[in-house]
């Protein structure tokens, strides 16, 4: 079936360091492809999304790139803050039961 | 922000009593999402709904009921709670056309 890997966290950073957090799929179909953010004590809110091969979602500074070719949509961001500090969240579409497939969490820790 | 509210936002209870939780969209979504998140599992889907009276399990539906009598409710009971079930539980509801789930702020329920 259908399914999302993340790195495992935590991913501890110093301010202003680049950030990347793996995120790698396998899907029979077509998925669109999701990172949600959960800040603490919070739901989980949607960060950025995309639809199709080649598409980059972005918000906030963050930034991922739908790769069909490396089954791949790696979380991005030039310069973190203290404040991006959350769990992120890897997400596919499942259209076979419109349901979300949901990748395990990673934990950011950004340090100033 | 979505429309989506949970209540209560937390309770104790002890094992053995039952247990509703509420989940309100003001949204007019067709489906709707209860999960449990729990450290080291991610989130774990326990039942959804795709329409009123339209119900189905998750991956982790044992000792959990839905309801879902109005398109914009859909409780989730515990019959007879258990420790194990101690646990944030979030609901979600979701855009049919774009798969974006919007979530609730969480429920903390502890069982003693």
């Known amino acids: 079936g259908d399914s999302v890997t993340q790195m495992e966290g935590p991913v501890t950073l110093s301010e202003e360091a680049f950030l990347t957090i793996n995120c790698t799929y396998t899907a029979t179909g077509y998925p669109s492809l999701f990172w949600y953010v959960q800040y603490p004590g919070e739901g989980l809110q949607l960060l950025l999304k995309?639809?199709?091969a080649d598409d980059k979602g972005s918000n906030k500074g963050f930034e991922a790139t739908y790769r069909k070719e490396t089954t791949s949509f790696h979380l991005e961001k030039g310069s973190v803050q203290v404040s991006d500090s959350a769990v992120y969240f890897c997400?596919?579409?499942?259209?076979?039961?419109?349901?979300?497939?949901w990748g395990a969490g990673t934990k950011l820790i950004i340090k100033p | 922000d979505a429309g989506i509210t949970q209540s209560p936002r937390h309770k104790v209870t002890e094992t053995g009593t039952p247990v509703t939780l509420r989940c309100h969209q003001t949204e007019n979504h067709r489906y709707m999402y209860w999960y449990r998140q729990d450290p080291g599992h991610g989130l774990r889907l326990i039942h959804y709904?795709?329409?009123?009276?339209?119900?189905d399990k998750g991956e982790v539906s044992d000792g959990y009921s839905v309801s879902r009598s109005k398109t914009e409710d859909f409780l989730l009971t515990l019959e007879s709670a258990t420790s194990s079930q101690t646990s944030v539980y979030f609901c979600a509801i979701q855009d049919t056309n774009s798969y974006e789930q919007y979530f609730g702020p969480g429920t903390r329920l502890t069982v003693t």
């Open positions: 709904s795709y329409g009123v009276k339209d119900t």
């Open positions: 997400a596919l579409s499942d259209d076979s039961n419109y349901q979300l497939i």
């Open positions: 995309a639809t199709k």
